[in-house]
C-alpha cells in the first residue's frame, strides 16, 4: 500500500489524470476539474477486524470490580444527607436536631424572654428591674428559691444588691419545660460574671414537684427568703457556687 | 451499527441514564431545601441576604472573583480547609439555598470566602483591601478595585463613606476616596458570607487534631 | 464484507485497470470533489470564524496571564479586570475557537462520511452569523461586567439563546446528512459525531435552563454546572476530535482502523461513563458523598474508551510512524491523540480523592485543562484543517515551513504549559494542604511558574498567528501552483 504524499504514487495519479485528458470515454466526471488532492487522497477510511485482546479485557473488568466496591465503600449508602465519604467520618446526626448546648439555648431563651426587663446586660434597670448580674439570688448556693421565682413569679418588695425593687416577676412555669428553664438558670449563673454551676434539668422536675402547690401564686421574698437551701437539688449539681478562687456567694439571708 | 435507531436509542439512553443521575436527583434532594427554624428564637438559618448583599453577588459575579476564590469549606476528610480556619465546619447543600447563583469556585490562588464576613468582619478592611490589596495583604497578587472607588474633592462635609489610605494611595488633600453604590454592594455581600457559623444537623462540626 | 462495501464500485472504472494500487474509483474521487464543494462557503467560514476568535482568545490569555505575573498590568480599567479578561478568554476559545472548529470538522466529516452534497448551505450561513454573532455579544458582555461567573456558562442568557440557536442549526443539518446518508457501513466517525451533535444541545439547554432561565435552589446548580463543564468536553470536543483521528489517521496513511471492536467498545464507554462525570469538580463540596462518588467512579471508568482508543489508533498506526516527518495533518492528529491518551488518564488520576486534594483549587488543573483542550483537541483541529482546507480552495499550503513553525511552537508550546503548570500546582497544592505554611507562601510558590507560563503563552500566540497568516495565503491562492501537497520533509 502506498502513501498519499508517497512520490512513488504521485506518478501514479499523474498517469491517470493524463489518462483522462486525453481519452475522452464519456464518463460523466470531468476529472480535469478535480483539484490533485482530491484525486491522490486515500480511499474513505474503512475498518479492520482484530479481535480485542483477553488481557485487555480482563484489566478492564477488574477495573468495573474496583469502582463497584469502591462505590460500595464511599457513596455514603445513597443517602442524600449524607455528606460525607468515610463511613463515620464527621459523625453525622442525620436529619436529628442539632446539639446545642444548655448554655446557648439558655442564652437564646433568655434573648427572647428575659431582656425587656433585665437587659441583655444583665444589669436590670436601675429602681425597676434588679439585676441578675452578680445577684445574690442567682448566684447563691440556694438555687431551690431561684428555680421557685422562675417556676411561679415573685411579688412585692425584694432586695437585690443592697437595693428594693417593687416588681412582678411572671411565672413561667406554663410556658417552660424543665429542660428550658435549666437553659435559662444556667445561662444566667454563668453569663457576664457569674459564674456559678450550672442546673440540671432534674433539679427542675423535682422543684415543680416540691412546689406543686404554689402553682398560680406568685411568691413573696419573705416566703422565699423562709425556704432553706434544699441539699436534694444541691446535690443534683445546681448548689455547687463559684468554682475555686471565686468568692463563694451567699444566698440570701433572712432577716 | 449501520442502524441508526439503534444508535440513537444508545446515544440517547446513555446521556439520560446520566441526566437522571445528576440533573434530576440532586434536583429533587438539593433543590427544595427549607431553612432551620429556631424554636426559640424563630431565627432561620441559613439566614436571608439583604437586598444589597444580593446586588453585591452580582457585583461578584461581574468581576469574576470566582476565578481565583471558592466558596466551599472542605471537611477534614477532604482538605486542610478547617485547619486553615476558613470555617467550624464543612459547607453543606443547604448553606446556599439564599443565593441566587452559588460561587462554589474551583480555583484558590486567593483564599476561600465561605465565611469571610465573619473572619473580616470590617468593612473598612474590606474598602482598603479592594482599593489596593497590598496594602493590608503584602505581598498578594489580588487586582486592585479602584473602579469600585471614585475619587472626588471634597465639597463641604467630608463624606462618612471615605475611606482612609495610606500614601501612597492616599487621596491628595482636599480630595477623598470613597466606594461607588456598586463597591458598597460588593463589601456588603462579602460581610453577609457567614456560611458555616451556624449549626446544620448534616454538617457536624469537626475538630482538626492540632 | 462491510469493510469493503465502500470499495466496489457499482462498475470497474478505467482508474482500476490503470493503476492496480487504485481500490477505489473514479467516481468516488468525483463525488468527493462535488461534496467539498457544496460545502465550500459555510466550512470556510466557520474555519476563517474559530481562527479569529483563536486569535483573540489568545490575546485575552496573554493578558490574563501577565495579570497574574503584575497584577497592576492594564489595572485601572474595569473591562480588562483579571475576573472580565479570563473568562473572556475561556469563552473565546471555547466557543469561539473550539465550538465553531468542531461545528466546521464536524459538518465536513459528516458529509464525506454520508456521501452526500450539503444542500440548502445558505442556511449554514445563516448558522454561521448567529453562532459569531452570539459568541461576540457574549464577550462583550462579559467585558461589560454582564457575565455570570458561572464557569464555562458565562455568556448571559441574551447571548446563550443566540449561540443556541446558531449551534442547532448546525447540529440539525448534521443530523439530517445522516438520516439521507448512501446506503453502506456507518463508520465510527459517524458515530461519534451524531453523537456529538445530539448531546452538545441537551447539555447546553439543560444548564442555561437550570441555573439561569428558570433558575432551581443554588445547591443544585453545583452539580449541573461542572455535568456541562466536564461535559462540554468529554461529550462534544471529544467525540469530534475522536471522530478526527478516527478519520484521518487511517485516510492518511491508507490502510483500514485496526478493529472494529475496539472501536464499538470505546464508543459506547466513552458515552456511558463520560455522561456521569463532572461531579469530581467538587470533591469535598456541599454535596452528598454519593453524587461525587459515582463521578469519581465514571471518571476512573473512563481508562476503559481512553486505552481501547489508544490500543486502536496505536495498532493502525504501527509501521507508519515515518510518515509523521512529512504529513503535516498525521503530525498534529497523532500529536493530539497522544495528548488525548495523557490528558485523559491525569484526569482520571485527578479524580481520585486523595490526589484531588492536592490538585483540586491549583493550577494543576489549568495545566491538565489546557493539555486537553489544546494537546489534544486544539492539536487535531490543526491537523484537519491543513487537510480540509487545499480541498476546498483547491490550492496547496503555500508554505512547509510555515506549517513546520505552526506545529514546533504549538507542540512545545503546549507541553512547556502543561508541565510548568502542573509542577507549580503541586508545589501550590502541597503548600496548601499544609496549615503550617500560609497562605500567601501558597501563591508565592507557583508565582515563578506563572512566569514561565506567560513565555510558553506568547509561544502558542506566536503559533497562532502563524497558522493564520498561512490559512490568509491559502485563502489567496499564494504562492507557486503546486502538483504535489506541501510537505514537512521530502518522504524518504
Given at each position: ?8 504514487s ?7 489524470e ?16 478535480l483539484?490533485?488532492a ?20 480482563g ?22 444527607t ?12 442525620g436529619?436529628?436536631p ?7 439555648r ?8 428575659c431582656?425587656s426587663c ?28 431561684l428555680?421557685a ?9 425584694v432586695?437585690?444588691k ?14 417552660f ?9 444556667t ?7 457569674n ?8 433539679a427542675?422536675?423535682?422543684?415543680r414537684?416540691?412546689?406543686?402547690a ?9 416566703q422565699?427568703?423562709a ?11 445546681g ?8 468568692d463563694?456567694?451567699a ?5 | 451499527?449501520?442502524?441508526m ?39 432561620e ?28 469549606v472542605?471537611?477534614?476528610?477532604a482538605?486542610a ?26 480555583s484558590?490562588?486567593?483564599p ?18 479592594l ?39 492616599e ?5 477623598e ?5 456598586e ?12 456560611r458555616s ?14 | 464484507m ?14 482500476d ?33 474559530a ?15 501577565i ?5 497592576g498590568?492594564l489595572?485601572d ?45 445558505g ?73 456529538a ?7 447546553y439547554?439543560?444548564a ?17 454546572n ?23 489517521i ?20 466513552l ?15 456541599p454535596?452528598?458523598a ?14 476503559v ?14 509501521g507508519?510512524?515515518?510518515?509523521l ?20 488518564l491525569?484526569?482520571?488520576?485527578m ?15 489549568i495545566?491538565?485543562?489546557h ?19 487545499p ?15 505552526h ?15 502542573s ?28 512566569w ?5 503563552g506568547i ?5 497562532h ?6 490559512f ?9 501552483v ?11
Open positions: 500500500m502506498s502513501l498519499p504524499n508517497d512520490p512513488k504521485v506518478v501514479n495519479h499523474d498517469l491517470i493524463d489518462c483522462f485528458r486525453e481519452s475522452e470515454l464519456g464518463t460523466e466526471v470531468d476529472v480535469t476539474k483539484h490533485g482530491i484525486l491522490r487522497e486515500m480511499g474513505e477510511p474503512s475498518d479492520g477486524h482484530e479481535p480485542i485482546g483477553l488481557w485487555v479485557v484489566s478492564f473488568a477488574l477495573l468495573a470490580l474496583f469502582c463497584g466496591v469502591y462505590l460500595g465503600l464511599y457513596a455514603g449508602g445513597f443517602d442524600s449524607n455528606y460525607f465519604f468515610t463511613p463515620g467520618a464527621g459523625k453525622p446526626g436529619a436529628g442539632v446539639q446545642v448546648s444548655p448554655f446557648d439558655g442564652k437564646k431563651l433568655y434573648t427572647a424572654n431582656v433585665h437587659q441583655a446586660t444583665g444589669l436590670g434597670q436601675a429602681g425597676q428591674f434588679p439585676p441578675l448580674d452578680g445577684s445574690e439570688w442567682v448566684i447563691g448556693d440556694a438555687p431551690n428559691r428555680i421565682i422562675l417556676l411561679h413569679g415573685l411579688n412585692g418588695n432586695t437585690v443592697g437595693e428594693v425593687y417593687n416588681g412582678a416577676m411572671a411565672a413561667w412555669e406554663s410556658t419545660k424543665d429542660e428550658d428553664i435549666a437553659a435559662i438558670l445561662y444566667i449563673r454563668g453569663a457576664w460574671s459564674k456559678a454551676s450550672p442546673v440540671p434539668k432534674e427542675v422536675a423535682l422543684m414537684e416540691k412546689t406543686k404554689q402553682k398560680g401564686t406568685p411568691y413573696t421574698a419573705a422565699l427568703l425556704m432553706p437551701p434544699d441539699s436534694e437539688i444541691l446535690k443534683l449539681g448548689g455547687d457556687a463559684a468554682p475555686a478562687g471565686g463563694k456567694a444566698a440570701p439571708k433572712p432577716k | 451499527m449501520n442502524r435507531p439503534l444508535l440513537l436509542t444508545g446515544i440517547f439512553l446513555t446521556f439520560f441514564s446520566a441526566w437522571l443521575g445528576l440533573v434530576a436527583m440532586p434536583y429533587i434532594h438539593l433543590g427544595r431545601f427549607k431553612p432551620q427554624v429556631d424554636d426559640v428564637t424563630r431565627e438559618t441559613p439566614p436571608p441576604f439583604s437586598g444589597e448583599a444580593l446586588q453585591g453577588a452580582t457585583i461578584y459575579a461581574a468581576n469574576g472573583c470566582i476565578y481565583c476564590h471558592s466558596q466551599q472542605r471537611p477534614l476528610e482538605g480547609d478547617l485547619e486553615r480556619g476558613w470555617g467550624a465546619r464543612r459547607t453543606v447543600a443547604r448553606d446556599y439555598m439564599r443565593d441566587k447563583v452559588a460561587y462554589f469556585g474551583t484558590r490562588t486567593g476561600d470566602l465561605s465565611n469571610i464576613g465573619a473572619r473580616q468582619p470590617s468593612a473598612e478592611w474590606h474598602y482598603q483591601h482599593y489596593q490589596p497590598q496594602v493590608v495583604s503584602k505581598g498578594s497578587i489580588m487586582p486592585a478595585f479602584k473602579f469600585l472607588f471614585e475619587k472626588r474633592r471634597i465639597s463641604g462635609q467630608p463624606s462618612a463613606d471615605a475611606i482612609k489610605m495610606q500614601p501612597p494611595d487621596a491628595e488633600p482636599g480630595w476616596i470613597v466606594p461607588t453604590r463597591g458598597k454592594q460588593l463589601v456588603a455581600y462579602l460581610l453577609s458570607l457567614k457559623t451556624y449549626p446544620l444537623p448534616e454538617a457536624p462540626e469537626e475538630t482538626p487534631a492540632k | 462491510a469493510a469493503l462495501a465502500e470499495a466496489q464500485p457499482a462498475k470497474p472504472s478505467l482508474a485497470s490503470i493503476d492496480p494500487s487504485t481500490t477505489e474509483s473514479l467516481k468516488y474521487k468525483a463525488e468527493r470533489a462535488a461534496i467539498d464543494r457544496s460545502l465550500r462557503g459555510p466550512v470556510l467560514c466557520f474555519i476563517g470564524g481562527i479569529f476568535w483563536l486569535l483573540l482568545g489568545s490575546l485575552f490569555a496573554l493578558i490574563a496571564s495579570k497574574m505575573n503584575v497584577p498590568f489595572g480599567s474595569a473591562f480588562l479586570t483579571f475576573g472580565r479578561v479570563r473568562p473572556a478568554h475561556l469563552n473565546a476559545v471555547g466557543y469561539g475557537w473550539g465550538a465553531q472548529i468542531a461545528m466546521a470538522v464536524g459538518l465536513w466529516l459528516m458529509a464525506r462520511l454520508c456521501r452526500i452534497e450539503v444542500r440548502h448551505g442556511l449554514l450561513y445563516m448558522a454561521f452569523g448567529l453562532f459569531n454573532a452570539g459568541v461576540m455579544i457574549g464577550i462583550l458582555a462579559i467585558l461589560g461586567g454582564q457575565g455570570t461567573s458561572v464557569e464555562w456558562l458565562e455568556f448571559p442568557t441574551y447571548a446563550a439563546l443566540v449561540v443556541f440557536a446558531g449551534f442547532a442549526l448546525v447540529a440539525i443539518w448534521a443530523v439530517i446528512m445522516f438520516r439521507f446518508r448512501q446506503p453502506g457501513h456507518v463508520y465510527v466517525s459517524q458515530w461519534y459525531i451524531l453523537a451533535f445530539f448531546w452538545f444541545p441537551w447539555l439547554a439543560t442555561n435552563m437550570v441555573i439561569f432561565i428558570l433558575p432551581v435552589q443554588a445547591a443544585v446548580q453545583g452539580p449541573v461542572w455535568w456541562y463543564g466536564h461535559n462540554a468536553l468529554g461529550l462534544f470536543f471529544t467525540p469530534i476530535a475522536l471522530a478526527t483521528a478516527y478519520y484521518m487511517p485516510k492518511v496513511i491508507g490502510r483500514p482502523v485496526h478493529s472494529y471492536y475496539l472501536s464499538i467498545l470505546g464508543f459506547w464507554s458515552a456511558f461513563f463520560y455522561s456521569w462525570n463532572g461531579m469530581h469538580h467538587l470533591i469535598g463540596g454535596f452528598p454519593w453524587l461525587i462518588s459515582a463521578s469519581v467512579v465514571a471518571s476512573i471508568m473512563m481508562v474508551p481512553v486505552i481501547t482508543t489508544g490500543i486502536n489508533h496505536h495498532f493502525t498506526m504501527v507508519h510512524f515515518n510518515a516527518r512529512w504529513s503535516p495533518t498525521l503530525r498534529f492528529t497523532v500529536f493530539g491523540a497522544m495528548c488525548y491518551t495523557l490528558s485523559s491525569q484526569g482520571s488520576s479524580a481520585i480523592r486523595s490526589v484531588n486534594q492536592v490538585t483540586h483549587f491549583t493550577h494543576y488543573t495545566g491538565h485543562a493539555l486537553g483542550l489544546y494537546g489534544f483537541f486544539t492539536m487535531i483541529m490543526f491537523g484537519a484543517i491543513y487537510y480540509i482546507v480541498r476546498l480552495v483547491e490550492w496547496e499550503w503555500p508554505s512547509a515551513s510555515l506549517i513546520r513553525w506545529f514546533w511552537l504549538s507542540a512545545i508550546g503546549v507541553s512547556a504549559m502543561f508541565i510548568v503548570l509542577i507549580g500546582g503541586l508545589f501550590q497544592g502541597f503548600a496548601l494542604e499544609d496549615p503550617k505554611i500560609s497562605f500567601l507562601t501558597s501563591t508565592n510558590y507557583a508565582n515563578a511558574f506563572l514561565m507560563r506567560s513565555i510558553s509561544a502558542l500566540t506566536a503559533a498567528i502563524i497558522f493564520a497568516s498561512s490568509a495565503l491559502i485563502l489567496l491562492h499564494a504562492g507557486v503546486r502538483r504535489r501537497p506541501t510537505l514537512l520533509d521530502r518522504p524518504a
